[in-house]
């Protein structure tokens, strides 16, 4: 026979307040295990570093661009550059080569796109490549065009998949400046006959990285080497991989380089392969 204890249970546990049961009491229950530095279990606040914001050298109304190409950027709201804006504008109105690294969204269409323009109203026989890696991108990209653009008669065509064939063929009859579009849709109208690319004196390459991760590479070399053999290369790129830095070494020559709002171009950078793996740049 077993005795029932006080509680009203014959092995001793006692009634919980929940309905269930407890288990036996031990004198008074556990004991918490105490620590004597707490500290080490406290998420402490990484305290943030004051960071000055970017101080562009330039301003639109600075540029050495058209007076119409600048009252229609500054009456689109642009008073003051983005860093790539700064330091890109400049380095594409001298004519040269440029790499430009930076994140989307950092301003690099009117980066390329406004001095493009101004080369173009300097001289109206230039003709100006532009490759996107999606239609969407092409698309704004022509937009932002035609709003700098305007007033100047100035033309652009608009060559992407999703689109009827047909009425991109029809507007490349006509008087054009700007060619924008993505590679593959660019490339069939070449085989088409459609265009030639030996009057184009400019080509920009914008998110290359992505035309590289979706298989764009053997297009845009088509593209390219039916191009003069002396024509300025825009290289636009969100990040700088190895297989990137294998493109630029094969697309530009003596390329001014942007990165993280910084220029380097220095005959020292030019002739030290070290130096430049060591700071990101194309060896």
Same mark, same amino acid.
């Not at 026979?1 to 092995?11: A, E, P, T, V």
């Not at 173009?120 to 065009?145: C, F, G, H, S």
């Not at 305007?150 to 608009?158: K, L």
């Given at each position: 026979?077993?005795?029932?204890?006080?509680?009203?249970?014959? %092995?001793?546990?006692?009634?919980?307040?929940?309905?269930?049961?407890?288990? &036996?009491?031990?004198?008074?229950?556990?004991?918490?295990?105490?620590?004597?530095?707490?500290?080490?279990?406290?998420?402490?606040?990484?305290?943030? !570093?004051?960071?000055?914001?970017?101080?562009?050298?330039?301003?639109?109304?600075? %540029?050495?661009?058209?007076?119409?190409?600048?009252?229609?950027? *500054?009456?689109?709201?642009?008073?003051? &550059?983005?860093?790539?804006?700064?330091?890109? *504008?400049?380095?594409? !109105?001298?004519?040269?080569?440029?790499?430009? *690294?930076?994140?989307?969204?950092?301003?690099?269409?009117?980066?390329?796109?406004?001095?493009?323009?101004?080369?173009?109203?300097?001289?109206?026989?230039?003709?100006?490549?532009?490759?996107?890696?999606?239609?969407?991108?092409?698309? +704004?990209?022509?937009?932002?065009?035609?709003?700098?653009? %305007?007033?100047?008669?100035?033309?652009?065509?608009?060559?992407?998949?999703?689109?009827?064939?047909?009425?991109?063929?029809?507007?490349?009859?006509?008087?054009?400046?700007?060619?924008?579009?993505?590679?593959?849709?660019?490339?069939?109208? /070449?085989?088409?006959?459609?265009?030639?690319?030996?009057?184009? +004196?400019?080509?920009?390459?914008?998110?290359?990285?992505?035309?590289?991760?979706?298989?764009?590479?053997?297009?845009?070399?088509?593209?390219?080497?039916?191009? &003069?053999?002396?024509?300025?290369?825009?290289?636009?790129?969100?990040?700088?991989?190895?297989?990137?830095?294998?493109?630029?070494?094969?697309?530009?020559?003596?390329?001014?380089?942007?990165?993280?709002?910084?220029?380097?171009?220095?005959?020292?950078?030019?002739?030290? &392969?070290?130096?430049?793996?060591?700071?990101? /740049?194309?060896?």
């Amino acid at each position: 026979m077993y005795r029932k204890s006080s509680h009203g249970s014959r %092995f001793g546990r006692r009634p919980s307040r929940f309905g269930g049961h407890k288990g &036996p009491s031990r004198g008074g229950g556990r004991k918490h295990a105490s620590f004597k530095d707490v500290s080490k279990f406290i998420n402490k606040a990484t305290p943030i !570093l004051d960071v000055e914001p970017y101080k562009p050298v330039n301003s639109f109304a600075s %540029f050495a661009i058209d007076s119409r190409l600048k009252e229609n950027v *500054i009456s689109s709201g642009y008073i003051h &550059p983005t860093p790539i804006q700064d330091q890109a *504008i400049p380095a594409v !109105l001298s004519g040269g080569d440029l790499v430009g *690294i930076a994140n989307t969204g950092t301003g690099k269409t009117a980066a390329f796109v406004i001095p493009l323009l101004n080369k173009v109203i300097n001289d109206r026989n230039q003709k100006v490549l532009i490759m996107a890696p999606t239609r969407e991108l092409a698309i +704004q990209i022509d937009q932002e065009l035609k709003k700098f653009a %305007f007033g100047t008669q100035i033309f652009s065509v608009c060559a992407v998949g999703g689109a009827p064939i047909s009425w991109q063929i029809k507007d490349l009859r006509r008087s054009y400046n700007f060619l924008i579009g993505t590679p593959g849709r660019l490339k069939d109208l /070449l085989e088409r006959r459609c265009f030639s690319l030996d009057t184009f +004196q400019t080509v920009v390459l914008d998110e290359a990285d992505r035309m590289l991760d979706m298989g764009f590479i053997s297009d845009m070399r088509a593209l390219i080497s039916a191009m &003069p053999k002396y024509h300025q290369t825009l290289f636009f790129s969100a990040t700088l991989s190895n297989d990137i830095k294998r493109i630029i070494n094969e697309f530009l020559k003596n390329p001014t380089n942007y990165e993280s709002g910084r220029i380097t171009n220095t005959k020292k950078e030019r002739q030290n &392969p070290l130096l430049r793996r060591r700071r990101g /740049l194309p060896c």
